[in-house]
């Protein structure tokens, strides 16, 4: 029997190091802006995962973790301001919800007009329908009705900008209705239309199932023939491209 090979300590593999307040920013994700081009207007929107607290705990229930004591888990506290309802903190408005709400506000200022979150739990949506929560007084939000309220998606736009009415929103469920896809038609000042949508599929699963799934709802005669999908795909871009063209040549 060969003998066993000890590795000394300090040349043991390590995971990743915590980057702590080197990252300065109140989600694992970040947002994702475009200018999109229509025929005779641009309009810029952006797609944003603000992380809901009901998925913390898969950061903070790990031994080691890139963003450990970052300001994604060292701001996820009970507001100062919040009434105190529940010894759970993801059943309030935490300081970190109120620093996604600062950023929101801050793509708004630098010119996006339409802009898709996912992940929003309950109170940070409670959160956003609260009277002078945005800086813009005039913008206004579509949430999602079904898939699991923990991770609910939303579209904030600003009317000034982009006509639409709310009534009319479209949403389709996805993944056996855990998942959806939210989306409204919008008229520009120009009078040109577009459907603008947001999805946050499973990270889990045949991607290309998930996507036939995907495009039978993108066919929807509610739907416009220039449509926007925004949203988190789990996915790589190019693994979604590859599996695009998988499901197109069968």
Known sequence: MAAQQHIPHDHQPKGPSPLGEKFAFPSDHFPIAANVQLNNHQVTVASWNVLSSHCLHQIEEREIHVLHGSQVTSEHRI???????SPRVRDHVTERDLLV???????????VSLLSLQECSPPFCK????????ES????RIVSGGGDPAVAGMIVYDPSALSTDPKNCFEHPLGGGS?????ANFTTPSGERFSFLTTHLPGRG??????AELSKVLENEKLLPMKVLTGDFNRSPSDVLHSLRERDQG
């Open 79 to 85: 507001g100062l301001l919040e009434h105190q309802t």
């Open 101 to 111: 709400l600062a950023k929101i506000n801050e793509l708004f200022r630098n010119g």
């Open 127 to 134: 959160l956003l329908a609260r009277p002078g929560a945005f």
């Open 137 to 140: 007084p005039n913008l206004e």
């Open 179 to 183: 998942r959806y896809v939210l989306g």
């Open 206 to 211: 045949d991607l290309i199932e998930i996507l």
